[in-house]
């Protein structure tokens, strides 16, 4: 496992994998915040992404004065996509380097790993992109930013019958991750419940490489659109393998699709698929177009993806929380994380509800050549804020519940509840 220090101001390392030299400040000059991301292995791609973000988001904080009279030292894990590591990289994060909260990770599992380890010492962790349900029942010192699995599932299940018209549903899940069998749950629940029907049910486990037989299986049954709730490394072997044997439906996804390596090599093969996600680069709003402008300066011209934005927004909402505490003790930081409310992140306006999870919108992209483009905003209850886009191509309507400032360089301070 690889250990990389940030002080953020100091912008060393932006996403590279390369170490930092680890930064030593006098006690007390600066607050340690810890973060374990998959900056190596088989998801390396939604560690970097987040991880990029975070950087992005400190930098900002730090250049403006910090929180609380301090700047921000961000010391991040790699846990190489492992679960295993995930949970030593919580450990030393906590126990070495006696972090004051934590962020990550993007895989539900891995921080179902961390998690604990967390609760148990009473640090607070903000997961950017974790949507498990289980993620945030571990015990209330931990928090996500993003919408949950059965959400997702939900959305995408109405946007396949509403939207899309389709009635006859197959599912091909990924019974290795709590993420992709969550998702499948709540599409196979919303599907068959609002009048469609699961025609075929298959299965795989992430490592796979080969998909033929359950793509078989399921094209003697004729779906009419295809459910694949799993992460970008096998979608894009399932869709291309589903296209050469002749499925020409629809295929759906969730927020796991969200990968610049998605459809690498295999762009034609991924046109009329959809998947659910936080954010559009295509959305006019201030707030987003300001941020893009901002991550590309950073990137070498890098656009950014959902995950960056999630880290982004993750990282502000956490700095926000200790500015309205005026502390980093562990129970007033945590109160503070839990009383916030109508937040304007980039990926949308955020509200922590009694349970540790955002309330906000979610975005339904359709891939062109390639390309991500918005189709759909969903709102918090199921609503559609905004008529289907078939085309797929550069027209998004604002929604209302999307912030109409340009964010700030610093955390806005969330309203706070009565009593917090």
Known sequence: MRSTVFLVALSCCGIALASCNKTTSPAGDTIPIGEYASLTGNTATFGQSVHSGAVLAIDEINTSGGVIGKKINLITEDDQSKTEDAAAAVHKLIDRDQVIALLGEVASGRSKAGGPIAQSAHVPM?????????????????????????????????????????????????MKQDYSVGLAKSFRETFAKSG??????????????????????????????????????????????????????????????????????NESAFNDTYFSNHFATEDPDPVVQEFVKKYKAK????????????????????????????????????????????????????????????????????????????????????????????????????????????????PAPASTPAGK
């Open 299 to 410: 990137n070498d011209g890098k656009t950014p993806d959902a995950m960056a934005a999630l880290g982004y927004d993750a990282a502000r909402i956490l700095a926000d929380a200790i500015t309205r505490a005026g502390t980093t003790e562990h129970q007033k930081l945590r109160d503070a994380i839990a009383a916030t409310k109508d937040f304007p992140g980039v990926t949308g306006m955020i509200t922590i509800d009694k349970d540790r999870n955002a309330q906000k919108p979610l975005t339904i992209l359709r891939i062109v050549d390639g390309k991500f483009h918005f189709a759909q905003r969903i709102g918090a209850n199921g609503e559609a804020l905004t008529p289907f886009n078939p085309n797929g191509k550069n027209s998004m309507a604002p929604a209302s519940t999307a912030p109409t400032s340009a964010a700030p360089a610093t």
């Open 126 to 174: 903000i997961s950017p992109a974790s949507t498990n349900e289980d993620v945030t029942k571990i015990g209330d010192y931990i928090f996500r930013i993003c919408f949950v699995d059965s959400y997702q599932g939900q959305s995408m299940a109405r946007f396949a019958l509403n939207s899309l018209g389709k009635k006859r549903a197959a599912l091909l899940e990924d």
């Open 196 to 265: 469609g029907q699961i025609v075929s049910e298959q299965s795989y486990a992430s490592g796979d490489k080969d998909f033929h037989a359950q793509l078989t299986s399921i094209r003697s049954f004729n779906p009419d659109v295809i459910f694949v709730p799993g992460y970008y490394n096998e979608v894009g072997l399932i869709v291309r393998q589903a296209r050469e044997l002749g499925l020409t439906c629809p295929i759906l996804g969730g927020d796991g699709w969200d990968s610049p390596e998605l459809t690498k090599g």
